[in-house]
């Protein structure tokens, strides 16, 4: 359902002609490929689950572990400028490291409140098993609506919003169920194979030439011309027609779970009934 709604967002943003920036294709023009790819299915959950779902089983680690995502997550979401503590490194270092950094010390300083007053945890234990529910629910749409920060320039669209954070939303209860039932490393690794199956296509091909590569990526030329389909080699038509038919497939099996769902719904539905 999350890659079927994404799809329809992204019709959506075309057809009103949305002129913005994703931060998702600007940082697959800007970083190597590799570390795109390694950014997307391993940094980008690891940080995410810390910061979204470790704490909904509470411990004292967990939360602190929790903590610890909360912090280096919402600092990568601040201009380079304003990550406080740099400790006296220029604002060109990498602020990445100066966001891990200071997250590291914030960690450390809770740790240590907790355990001279281990009463607090206690207290905050109590609150969360009477609300657990709740937690759960807002994080998982918490993790869906922070993703609104991947578009830029929404202006007159932003009451797209709802759908363009819809398919977070619902990767993010699918991730909250699995990391309640079977654990937190679950979660981690479904969230890797969801990022990595989306960014797929674009991994195979950034074996193109640079200019062909872009050119494939940029919005503004989304209707491809007949001189630059005729100006392809035979190996980068077969590269692209991969990506299509990994795409294809991946869509056609995610159709196909769809209505299998559906359908066993309703029957597990009519044979309730019928007993």
């Avoid at 490929?33 to 411990?59: N, Y």
């Avoid at 602020?95 to 207290?123: D, E, G, I, M, R």
Wanted: charged residues 10%; aromatic residues 18%; glycine residues 6%.
């Amino acid at each position: 359902m999350a890659i079927i709604v994404s799809l329809i967002g992204g019709l959506a943003l075309a057809g009103f002609g949305f002129e913005g920036q994703n931060s998702v294709q600007s940082a697959i023009l800007s970083y190597p490929t590799w570390l795109f790819f390694i950014l997307v299915a391993v940094q980008a959950p690891l940080s995410e689950e810390l910061a979204f779902r470790l704490f909904l089983k509470p411990g004292y680690w967990r939360w602190i572990g929790s903590f610890f995502g909360i912090s280096f997550y919402f600092q990568q979401t601040l201009p380079k400028d304003l990550i406080f503590l740099n400790y006296g490194l220029s604002l060109n270092f990498d602020y990445l490291l100066s966001a891990f950094a200071n997250s590291v010390v914030l960690s450390a300083v809770l740790a240590l409140l907790w355990k001279k007053w281990p009463k607090f945890q206690t207290k905050l234990e109590i609150y969360f098993s009477r609300y657990f529910a709740q937690c759960c629910y807002l994080s998982a749409l918490l993790f869906g609506v922070i993703h609104i920060q991947n578009y830029s320039g929404l202006s007159g669209l932003i009451w797209l919003t709802p759908l363009l954070v819809l398919p977070q939303t619902i990767i993010g209860f699918v991730i909250t169920y699995l990391r309640v039932r079977m654990g937190f490393k679950w979660a981690v690794l479904a969230h890797s194979l969801y990022n990595s199956l989306a960014a797929m296509p674009i991994f195979i091909l950034s074996f193109l030439p640079a200019e062909i590569f872009s050119k494939l990526l940029d919005r503004s030329q989304a209707t491809v011309d007949v001189d630059f389909l005729k100006a392809l080699t035979p190996n980068q038509t077969s590269l692209i027609f991969f990506a299509a038919v990994f795409f294809a497939l991946v869509l056609s099996w995610n159709l196909f779970c769809l209505i299998w769902l559906i359908w066993s719904y309703f029957r597990a539905k009519a044979v309730s009934f019928e007993n």
